[in-house]
């Protein structure tokens, strides 16, 4: 399963930006989809999640600013930002864990996006 990202880009303090990323290949369906960043000279820590049933998980560094969704028909993740400060400056990855079906059994897999740099400065 290979991820797409899009969306990042440099926007100035206050601003917006919408983050996509789409899954495509062979997969009998996902779990989880969500949204990591790493900080420049930080280890990655999660944004945000959103699990089947549409229950989403937020650090609460970006709660109130920042929306996770998903569209399953399209297998795609949104990470709709707002309110946007410098510190959210960093490169964030698309995660998903999603998993095959086979007649051997069910089989879980983790995958990374390549990563989108988000810029927040004036």
């Known amino acids: 399963v290979q991820l797409v990202e899009s969306g990042g880009g440099l926007v100035g303090p206050g601003g917006s930006l919408r983050l996509s990323c789409t899954a495509s290949?062979?997969?009998?369906?996902?779990?989880?989809m969500g949204w990591y960043r790493r900080l420049q000279g930080s280890s990655a820590e999660l944004v945000a999640t959103?699990?089947?049933?549409?229950?989403?998980n937020y650090a609460d560094a970006v709660k109130g600013r920042f929306a996770i969704s998903r569209d399953i028909a399209k297998n795609t993740v949104y990470l709709q930002m707002n309110s946007l400060k410098p510190e959210d400056t960093a490169v964030y990855y698309c995660?998903?864990?999603?998993?095959?079906?086979?007649?051997?059994?069910?089989?879980?897999?983790?995958?990374w996006g390549p990563g989108t740099q988000v810029t927040v400065s004036s």
């Open positions: 959103v699990a089947r049933g549409d229950i989403t």
């Open positions: 290949g062979s997969l009998s369906g996902i779990n989880v």
């Open positions: 995660n998903v864990k999603y998993y095959t079906d086979t007649p051997e059994g069910r089989y879980d897999y983790d995958s």
